[in-house]
């Protein structure tokens, strides 16, 4: 097992490291709206969190030598299930087909009262 860690993300505000690399996978926590050079939340909203969600997993994925194509799996919580359009919007402007799977669901309350956050494996 190999931990990863980047300064072009937030660093971790838990017992969790950014991610860990394990049997050919990358396993990238979730990540929220989180400007990582003022540690606060960027301004807007939904459409900017999510934005800074996956800008932040990139950040982590090409720290481990790897691309956003080869990742193959998202989770994606909400605060608000009815964002899930905006957050889709967004969330199609990081991948090409073939799309990872992906499951999205609302969380009854998101760290840091996020409205979104992310989390994604990659493979090797």
Same mark, same amino acid.
């Given at each position: 097992m190999k931990t990863i860690a980047t300064k072009n993300a937030p660093q971790a505000i838990g017992p969790y490291s950014q991610a860990v690399e394990?049997?050919?996978?990358?396993?990238?926590?979730?990540?929220?709206? $989180?400007?990582? #050079?003022? =540690?606060?939340?960027?301004?807007?909203?939904? @459409?900017?969190?999510?934005?800074?969600?996956?800008t932040n997993?990139?950040? $982590?994925?090409? #720290?481990? =030598?790897?691309?956003?194509?080869?990742?193959? @799996?998202?989770?994606?919580?909400?605060?608000?299930?009815?964002d899930f359009a905006d957050m889709n919007e967004v969330y199609a402007t990081f991948f090409q087909e073939p799309f990872p799977a992906r499951v999205a669901f609302q969380a009854a309350r998101l760290p840091k009262n996020a409205l979104v956050e992310i989390d994604l494996i990659a493979a090797k």
């Open positions: 394990a049997h050919g996978f990358l396993f990238v926590s979730g990540q929220l709206g $989180i400007d990582p #050079a003022s =540690g606060t939340f960027v301004a807007g909203g939904l @459409k900017d969190q999510t934005s800074q969600c996956l997993a990139r950040a $982590i994925v090409e #720290a481990a =030598g790897l691309s956003m194509s080869q990742v193959v @799996k998202a989770t994606v919580l909400l605060a608000d299930m009815n």
